[in-house]
């Protein structure tokens, strides 16, 4: 059975820094995985998708990593800005239709 | 026990046609989405509604209308469909809590368009 965590759960930094958040995900047999934003009362809005056979995509100020054989992907962001404070959520596509989602890190970025 | 059940699990239908695909959520929930998973794996949301009120529309066609009988059930009626429509279609619901939202998805309807 496919799971997904999410580590930490809540982050805040002060505006400028890097930043990475880091997912994980039990089953390496995944199609892909994408990362997606959540601002409050919003649907979700996706950020980068990481096809099973890709390492890395970027985006801008993001840049998306996959390490299948140890079930990891990390989230970089890099000069943060208060724009960028939201809930950040991991998705793994384990099947043709089942999306895992973590439980997300919400991230805080201090003027 | 499903948390957010969605009707057909698959659909195959000729261009030209309308259908409809159902969601369902018995988490007393306030707040239901439906999302269009492309060919390229992107997931894109479409509509929200919110105690069955529309809350968000994305630039969608409006051959695409929701339908939200009560806070519990939101449906995705699709007129004259086209080949274009072909994708997977989640629906979810959430609820926010002490500012917290989790999005609980369905299994997704399997759409093909011939």
């Known amino acids: 059975k496919q799971e997904v965590t999410q580590i930490p759960a809540a982050l805040s930094v002060p505006e400028g820094e890097n930043l990475v958040l880091n997912c994980s995900f039990t089953?390496?047999?995944?199609?892909?995985l994408q990362w997606f934003r959540q601002d409050p009362g919003k649907g979700l809005t996706s950020l980068l998708l990481?096809?099973?056979?890709?390492r890395e995509q970027t985006s801008g100020r993001l840049n998306a990593s996959l390490d299948k054989s140890s079930g990891r992907s990390t989230l970089y962001i890099a000069a943060s800005q208060p724009g960028d404070s939201a809930t950040y959520l991991c998705?793994?596509?384990?099947?043709?239709?089942?999306?895992?989602f973590g439980s997300g890190t919400r991230l805080s970025i201090r003027p | 026990d499903t948390a957010v059940s969605q009707t057909p699990k698959y659909l195959v239908t000729q261009m030209g046609n309308d259908k409809s695909i159902k969601c369902e959520q018995n988490?007393?929930?306030?707040?239901m989405y439906w999302y269009k998973q492309d060919s390229k794996k992107f997931l894109k949301i479409m509509f929200s509604?919110?105690?069955?009120?529309?809350?968000i529309n994305e630039t969608v066609p409006n051959r695409f209308s929701p339908k939200s009988p009560d806070k519990a059930h939101l449906n995705l009626h699709i007129n004259s469909l086209e080949l274009g429509d072909s994708a997977v279609y989640f629906c979810?619901?959430?609820?926010?809590?002490?500012?917290?939202?989790?999005?609980?998805f369905g299994p997704g309807t399997r759409l093909l368009v011939l």
């Open positions: 979810a619901s959430s609820q926010r809590r002490d500012g917290e939202e989790t999005q609980y």
């Open positions: 089953d390496s047999a995944i199609y892909n």
């Open positions: 990481i096809q099973s056979s890709q």
């Open positions: 998705a793994v596509d384990s099947s043709a239709s089942k999306i895992i």
């Open positions: 988490l007393g929930h306030d707040t």
């Open positions: 509604y919110n105690n069955k009120e529309l809350i």
